[in-house]
């Protein structure tokens, strides 16, 4: 019966096989092991939109910066270069592991994370979105794994309209420069949230409009106009029927 390899590439040899090789086959089973535990990865996915599939060779442990060859064996990867449209990343159908994945891109375009034949959406950075996310991988779905509360990424003051980004929060000063609107983020994962907190306590005489931006806002196909004085509130973004719903009311 000959090797055969499982999900990370890793050759699983039989008694009797392979005589006189297995220090190095070992040592290419270890490298690999390491790869898929501490490894870094930088891939550029320079162009306009396209998909992009990262790969595991099975019994091959190099792993060099902008190749694809085993770049979704690294436990890290950081994505790079300038889009010019919304980019699709690929993991192999059959890995089941987590990654910590960087948007190191420049461009306003969106990055979505899926497995390769993935029956759902993945987990996708907004075109503004340059952060990091911890993300698993089930064997064909990939998910975002919220990390609880207290996460929130606090921004400095706001005075004009802005688009949010998931797990971010706003204090929003409509005295400045009067009335404007928050639009909330173009693409949306059930669990996403965003704040708003009235920085000046002025919504009551210049509201705060939150933009749906495509979505529904508490199952309704409308804007939501804040005009409460000192409001401070959160959205988290549910499913296409409800959208995003008010976590404080």
Same mark, same amino acid.
């Given at each position: 019966?000959?090797?055969?390899?499982?999900?990370?590439?890793?050759?699983?040899?039989?008694?009797?096989?392979?005589?006189?090789?297995?220090?190095?086959?070992?040592?290419?089973?270890?490298?690999?092991?390491?790869?898929?535990?501490?490894?870094?990865?930088?891939?550029?996915?320079?162009?306009?939109?396209?998909?992009?599939?990262?790969?595991?060779?099975?019994?091959?442990?190099?792993?060099?910066?902008?190749?694809?060859?085993?770049?979704?064996?690294?436990?890290?990867?950081?994505?790079?270069?300038?889009?010019?449209?919304?980019?699709?990343?690929?993991?192999?159908?059959?890995?089941?592991?987590?990654?910590?994945?960087? $948007?190191? *891109?420049? &461009?306003?375009?969106?990055?979505? %994370?899926? =497995? /390769?034949?993935?029956?759902?959406?993945?987990? !996708?950075?907004?075109?503004?979105?340059?952060?990091?996310?911890?993300?698993?991988?089930?064997?064909?779905?990939?998910?975002?794994?919220?990390?609880?509360?207290?996460?929130?990424?606090?921004?400095?003051?706001?005075?004009?309209?802005?688009?949010?980004?998931?797990?971010?929060?706003?204090?929003?000063?409509?005295?400045?420069?009067?009335?404007?609107?928050?639009?909330?983020?173009?693409?949306?994962?059930?669990?996403?949230?965003?704040?708003?907190?009235?920085?000046?306590?002025?919504?009551?005489?210049? $509201?705060? *409009?939150? &933009?749906?931006?495509?979505?529904? %806002?508490? =199952? /309704?196909?409308?804007?939501?106009?804040?005009? !409460?004085?000192?409001?401070?509130?959160?959205?988290?973004?549910?499913?296409?029927?409800?959208?995003?719903?008010?976590?404080?009311?």
């Amino acid at each position: 019966m000959p090797s055969s390899y499982n999900y990370m590439g890793m050759e699983l040899m039989v008694t009797g096989e392979n005589a006189g090789t297995w220090g190095t086959k070992t040592n290419t089973n270890l490298n690999i092991i390491q790869q898929a535990a501490t490894g870094y990865h930088s891939q550029s996915i320079a162009g306009g939109a396209q998909t992009t599939a990262l790969l595991i060779t099975d019994g091959d442990s190099t792993s060099t910066t902008d190749s694809l060859t085993n770049a979704a064996r690294n436990a890290i990867i950081e994505l790079t270069g300038s889009i010019s449209g919304n980019q699709i990343v690929t993991i192999p159908n059959g890995t089941e592991k987590f990654y910590l994945i960087k $948007n190191s *891109t420049s &461009g306003s375009f969106t990055v979505q %994370i899926k =497995g /390769a034949s993935d029956s759902g959406s993945g987990t !996708t950075f907004a075109a503004t979105d340059k952060g990091t996310k911890l993300i698993y991988i089930n064997g064909q779905n990939v998910t975002y794994v919220e990390l609880g509360s207290g996460g929130t990424s606090w921004q400095a003051v706001k005075t004009s309209t802005f688009t949010a980004v998931a797990g971010e929060g706003y204090f929003c000063d409509t005295n400045t420069s009067g009335a404007f609107q928050a639009n909330l983020p173009l693409t949306a994962t059930q669990g996403d949230e965003v704040r708003f907190i009235d920085y000046a306590d002025t919504f009551d005489t210049a $509201n705060l *409009t939150v &933009g749906r931006n495509g979505h529904k %806002i508490q =199952g /309704a196909a409308s804007d939501l106009v804040v005009a !409460t004085e000192g409001a401070a509130f959160g959205l988290v973004y549910v499913d296409a029927t409800k959208g995003w719903l008010l976590t404080e009311k």
